[in-house]
């Protein structure tokens, strides 16, 4: 089992930038954001892979960039031009597994969240 730490939420205007950290105890895992806005349902965000591999939501292409320091065991979501649809509780996720894969989205182990707010 791995502990996930997400750090790195706030409050921006936006077309500001945030980038959210995760500190994982353990690595190496698939990794992965997801986010969840009120009333809605989670949402994949963005994953990379063993290999190194990335996918991203379409609402965020171009815009947001996963990356990983495998050394420090952290993941890292580059977050640009941020819109007010972005705000939502944003979760670092891990899984033995790819979390993108077969047109989904899936973790395992998931952190307690960080709040990012965009306001227009």
């Known amino acids: 089992q791995v502990q996930l730490a997400e750090s790195g939420g706030g409050s921006v205007q936006a077309g500001g930038s945030l980038r959210l950290s995760c500190a994982a105890s353990?690595?190496?895992?698939?990794m992965g954001w997801f986010r969840q806005a009120p009333g809605k349902e989670r949402e994949g965000v963005a994953s990379?892979?063993?290999?190194?591999?990335?996918k991203y939501a379409d609402s965020v292409k171009g815009r947001f960039t996963i990356s990983e320091d495998n050394a420090k065991k952290t993941l890292y979501l580059q977050m640009n031009s941020l819109k007010p649809e972005d705000s939502a509780m944003y979760y670092c996720?891990?899984?033995?597994?790819?979390?993108?894969?077969?047109?989904?989205?899936?973790?395992?182990?998931w952190g307690q969240g960080t709040q990012v707010t965009v306001s227009s």
């Open positions: 353990k690595y190496p895992y698939c």
């Open positions: 996720a891990a899984h033995t597994s790819p979390i993108y894969a077969g047109g989904r989205w899936e973790a395992r182990y």
């Open positions: 990379i892979d063993l290999g190194g591999i990335t």
